[in-house]
C-alpha cells in the first residue's frame, strides 16, 4: 500500500544489487544485459563478450520507480574476501556459477559457503539468489547435476532462490531483474 502511494507520486527508491561468483562465472555479462534490457529494447537480444573483471563495476538503472543499482564484484582469488563487504552494502545478493565449468563446481559453492560463514547473520534481511549461468552452452551442466555434485545450496541457505540462467534469454533476464525486484 505505502509502496503503491510512493510509485504515484513518484518517488524513487533505491536498491542495490550485487553479483558475486568467481572469475568467469559471467557476472559481467549478467550486468551488462540488465542494464541493455532495461535501457534499450533494440539491443535486447545482443550479448556482448565480456573479459572476467578485475575491478568492482556498477550499472544505475531506472525500473519501475526504482534505481536500482548494481554492482558486478571481480572473483578473482585474491577479491574475493571483499564479497563480504559487497554483501553487507546490497539488499539482494546473486551469487553466479558457471554452469559450464565442472571442475570448478565444488570451489563455486565452498567460496559461497566461506562468504558467508564469516557473518551468519548477514543475509537476515537479504535475499539470495543462486544463479547457474551459461545454460545456453552445450556443455552445461543442468542444475540438478550440479546440484547432485556439490548438494543443495537451499539447505545451507534455506531462504535462496536457485534456477538457470541463460544471458541470451531475455525471458531469464526479465525474471533474474523481477526477482532482485521483488525485494
Given at each position: 500500500m505505502l509502496l503503491s502511494f510512493f510509485e504515484k507520486v513518484g518517488f524513487c527508491f533505491i536498491a542495490f544489487r550485487t553479483l558475486i561468483g568467481l572469475d568467469g562465472s559471467g557476472k559481467t555479462t549478467i550486468r551488462h544485459r540488465i542494464r541493455t534490457f532495461m535501457n534499450d529494447a533494440k539491443t535486447r537480444a545482443l550479448v556482448p563478450l565480456c573479459a572476467p573483471s578485475c575491478s568492482q563495476n556498477s550499472a544505475e538503472l531506472m525500473y519501475k520507480s526504482r534505481r536500482i543499482t548494481i554492482v558486478d564484484n571481480p572473483g578473482k582469488y585474491w577479491k574475493r574476501a571483499e564479497w563480504l563487504s559487497a554483501a553487507r552494502k546490497a539488499d539482494v545478493i546473486v551469487y553466479v556459477i558457471d554452469s559450464t565449468d565442472e571442475i570448478r563446481f565444488e570451489l563455486a559453492n565452498e567460496e559461497l559457503v566461506h562468504t558467508f560463514q564469516e557473518d551468519t547473520e548477514i543475509l537476515i534481511g537479504r535475499k539470495l539468489i543462486i544463479l547457474f549461468s551459461k545454460k545456453e552452452s552445450p556443455r552445461a551442466f543442468s542444475s540438478t547435476?550440479?546440484?547432485?555434485?556439490?548438494?543443495?545450496?537451499?539447505?545451507?541457505?534455506?531462504?535462496?532462490e536457485c534456477y538457470e540462467f541463460s544471458a541470451h534469454s531475455n525471458d531469464d533476464v526479465e525474471k533474474l531483474i523481477n526477482n532482485c525486484m521483488s525485494y
Open positions: 547435476h550440479i546440484i547432485d555434485r556439490i548438494g543443495d545450496p537451499r539447505r545451507q541457505f534455506p531462504d535462496s
